[in-house]
Structure formats: C-alpha cells, structure tokens
C-alpha cells in the first residue's frame, strides 16, 4: 500500500510539474513565471558554487586538458600541408623560449603577448639564445582538444597569418598547465621563427616525421597528474541539463494544449521553443577557450 | 503531422520568426569578433521581444502576464548563453 502511494504521489507531483492538465490550469507548472524564475536562480547558484570550488580548492575541480604539443604540431602542419605549404620543423630551443613565456604568464599573472614589466615575445627569444630573421606568437588558453584550438586560431587572420606564413620555417609548442588568476588552466604558446643563419638545406634535412614533441608540460603549480573534472564541463553539462529538461517539458505542453484544442492566456509556445532552441544552438556551437 | 493552430492563422508570422532565428544563428557562427556577436544576439533577443508583442497585439490577447513570460524566456535564454564559459564575449 505504502509503495501505490508513492507512486501516486510522484505521478502527481511529475504531472502537475510537467503534464498541461486542469489542475494546473493547462499549464506545465514548470512553465510558469516563479517555476522560470527558480531554474534562473538555481543556475546562477550553481555556476558560484562550481566557480567558487574553482578559486578555493583548485584541486577538486581542476582542468583537465587533452592537448599536447605533439598534436599542436600535427594539427598545425596539417593546415599548412592543406594549403601547399612547407610544414614547420620542430625546434626544441623555440619550445624552451614557448615554455619560459607560458611559465612568465603563470609567475606574473598576466594573459598577454608583453608582460606587465615589458617583456615582449622577443624576449623570450633572445633568453633562450634563438637567433631568428623572423619571429611570431600564438597564445590560447582553456582549450580541451586540439581541434578545437587549431580551429579557433585559423578562424583569427592574425593567428592564422603565423600559422600559414611562408617565412617561417621552423616552430616550438608549449603546453602548459597552471593557474592564473585564480583559476587552473592550460596554456599553449606557438613560437615561429626563421633562424638567422639557416640555410634552407639544413632545415629541409631534418626529418619532421621521426620527431617526437615533449608531451604536456606541467607547471608547478599543478599538485598532481590526476584526470580531474573540469569546472566548464560540469558547467556545461548543468546548462545542458536545465536547457533539455526545458525543451522538453515545452514540447510536451505544446503538442498536448494542440492535440486537446486547448486555448491558454499564454505566451506562443512555438516561439519560445524556436527562441531557446536558437540559444542552445549558439551555446553548441560557441568555440572553447580563447586566443590571443 | 499536428501543426498547431496559431502557426496556421499566422504562418507568415511564424516563417519570418523562423528566417530570423536561422540567420542569426549562421552570422553568429561565422563571426569570431565578440562584439558582432553581441549585436546579433541583442538583434534576435530584440526582435523576438518585438514579434511577440505584435504577435498576441494582433490576437487581441496582449496582457502583462504574458509579457512577463516572454521577458523571462528571454532573460533565461541569455543567462544560459552570456554565462556559457565558452561564450565569445
């Protein structure tokens, strides 16, 4: 008996929530203005908490990255081979000016091409002894995947100028895992250059395929190797939920009010299905991380 | 196939709803400045908040609480969109 009547009750409670029916004035009760305006709140209060987790205890939610330099250099030489370009040999002593620049950018806390004491990207060159003709950069950070990253940087004309430009002959990759400002987070730096006193034979004769790229670089201030949720997944994944659970709930209130000709002092249900569908569409699609 | 009634009475309403929807979607995705992007989500949001005014003006049924409603779906649709951690803002 007690088990019927817990059925009972959360069919009641699921229908009234979820199901136009008159008891709840042919309205899904999750459609109503104070239902919206709790799933608001109980966003914005989740994102603080995830966001907070973040800041106070990065290593609960920390980020969890599946970029390396050796798929940054596949990825990028790719786009150059797409093209009909020369692909760009790896350097060890531009990855070591890449690495010293990320390290800078955890050290000194800032996300920037110079520094806030006025190192330049050149700097970083010159520290480590790279004697260039020609030199670029490429920052990016909060990537998950490769793809995802070189993607992003072929959509930006100035990252996409370094990364098909004919001057450059040679590259060096640093992935780099840390926090800054507060928030754990992998940055990749793209070091180009020319040496200043290559010949285009010496470079030609290194072999790009037999090179293996060091795999990712972990700042100190990572504690472990451990695979960690990422804090924008579980962000992702609690928007995704709310927005499906929304969708659907409006889906079913729709077709019921139009298969029962049901007519409600309400707003068109059509529409606000295309509206958020719209929205979820941009969140789909929206790029990961950013660049700089 | 149930194609509900209002669709019916307005399809021209309902189609120029639609092309918007569909081109801002395709110019937020092919463009990578933030501003832009901005402008074309104020620019849908807007419309939308527009259309559904003339919308139930012309069904006679324009009441505040339905203008709430709207005013929520849309401050719901750009909470989830402006606090995306991979929005391009």
């Not at chain 1, 090179?211 to 100190?220: A, F, K, S």
């Not at chain 2, 801002?24 to 939308?48: A, D, E, H, P």
Request: hydrophobic fraction near 45%; proline fraction near 4%.
């Amino acid at each position: 008996m007690k088990i019927i009547y817990t059925d009972s009750v959360l069919k009641k409670f699921l229908t009234h929530y979820f199901i136009p029916q008159p008891k709840n004035n042919h309205r899904a009760t999750v459609l109503k203005p104070n239902c919206l305006l709790f799933l608001l709140v109980l966003y914005l209060l989740s994102q603080s908490i995830i966001k907070s987790f973040t800041i106070a205890k990065p290593g609960i939610l920390g980020y969890s990255s599946e970029i390396t330099a050796q798929k940054v250099l596949d990825q990028t030489n790719i786009e150059r081979i797409k093209l009909g370009l020369e692909p760009l040999v790896y350097s060890s002593v531009l990855s070591e000016s890449a690495k010293e620049k990320a390290d800078d950018m955890f050290i000194n806390n800032y996300w920037a091409h110079n520094s806030p004491q006025g190192k330049t990207p050149w700097t970083f060159f010159d520290a480590v002894g790279y004697k260039y003709s020609t030199a670029g950069e490429n920052l990016a950070k909060d990537f998950y995947n490769t793809d995802s990253l070189v993607k992003a940087w072929m959509n930006s004309p100035t990252h996409k100028e370094n990364i098909i430009n004919t001057k450059y002959k040679e590259i060096g990759i640093a992935v780099v895992n840390g926090t800054l400002g507060d928030i754990k987070t992998t940055l990749v730096v793209q070091h180009f250059g020319t040496p200043l006193m290559a010949t285009a034979q010496e470079i030609i004769s290194q072999k790009t395929d037999d090179i293996v790229v060091p795999t990712t670089q972990t700042n100190v201030l990572s504690e472990s190797d451990e695979k960690l949720i990422s804090p924008l997944t579980l962000s992702k994944i609690f928007s995704s939920v709310i927005f499906i659970v929304l969708m659907i709930v409006l889906f079913i209130d729709g077709f019921i009010t139009v298969k029962n000709n049901i007519y409600r002092l309400t707003g068109s249900t059509v529409g606000h299905i295309g509206f958020l569908f719209f929205i979820f569409l941009l969140m789909i699609f929206n790029q990961q991380g950013s660049i700089f | 196939m149930i194609i509900p009634k209002e669709i019916k009475q307005k399809p021209v309403e309902y189609v120029l709803l639609s092309l918007i929807f569909i081109i801002g979607f395709f110019l937020y995705i092919f463009t990578n400045n933030s501003q832009s992007r901005i402008w074309i989500v104020s620019g849908v949001t807007f419309f939308y908040f527009g259309w559904s005014l003339y919308h139930h003006y012309k069904r006679g049924d324009l009441h505040t609480s339905i203008i709430i409603e709207y005013l929520l779906i849309i401050l719901f649709g750009l909470v989830f969109l402006l606090f995306d951690p991979f929005a391009i803002f």
